[in-house]
């Protein structure tokens, strides 16, 4: 089990992980977060969410100046005075752009006439309707760079065929909470994760060791990516398969609730 003391890494989602699925609060996960604030444990927000929201989140969260993963991978942002060697992941976008998703999704739902609507589709009304958000964190969820959300309505063999034919245009699916997620095929909370690990382990000097906290499929890849791995109860009750069962703890209760479980169970104080 990790301690407080080491160089650890904390990973956590938002949307029913950290923040409750309902009313986005986090009032139960707050004791711990501010423990690992004064010992010093980065907790880097690896979420859907855009990174309009999550630097707002992030304010409110005090976690101000510290590296997040934006929309489900597709985005790496930095703080300023991070220097990597790989420049292109320190803010910009993996796989595709949002314009280029949004191209290939018009023009495939006007050859095959797919049933689906994503949030370029939409009014900010219809987005805060779908998420329950306010209107003003509704406007910074549609500022997208990397990724569109998607609300299926067709039948399951046109999904296969959809799928098929993002594959071939070098575009991936990933299952959110509410919403599937369309960005580019290279692009994944787990890469993302990994390669995060590798620049806190340049900038330390030494390997660190990584907590994991999702509730969903777009989490998979994270908690198979870290040490440790917390599966928060989901409300939509997804299939949670993960590849090492034996550093995994689920947790009985949703939210931030689940949240805090998951760092009483793996972290000693």
Known sequence: MPYLEDNLVVFTDLDGSLLDHHDYGWQPAQAWLDRLKAAKVPVI?????????????????????????AENGALIRLPEGWNTE??????????????????ILVNLRQRFDFEFRGFGDVSPQQVIDWTGLPSHNAELAMQREASEPIIWFGNDLDFARF??????????????????????????????????????????????????????????GMLN???????????HEHPMQLDNETTVFRTRDYGPEGWKQGLDHFISL
Not at 53 to 58: K, N
Not at 86 to 103: P, T, V
Not at 225 to 235: K, L, N, S
């Open 45 to 69: 927000l690896t979420t859907s969410k855009t990174a309009a929201e999550v630097v707002e989140l992030q304010a409110k969260l005090q976690l101000a100046n510290q590296p997040f993963i």
């Open 163 to 220: 799928e098929k034919y993002l594959h071939e245009e070098k575009l991936a699916l990933t299952r959110g909470g509410r919403f599937w997620h369309v960005m580019g095929a290279d692009a994944g909370k787990g890469q993302a994760v990994n390669w995060l690990r590798e620049q806190f382990t340049q900038r330390s000097g030494k390997p660190v060791i990584t907590l994991g906290l999702g509730d969903g499929p777009n989490d998979i």
């Open 86 to 103: 790989n420049a292109e992941k320190s803010g910009q976008i993996i796989g595709a752009s949002y314009h280029d998703i949004r191209r």
């Open 225 to 235: 990516a870290t040490d440790f791995a917390v599966v928060i109860r989901g409300v």
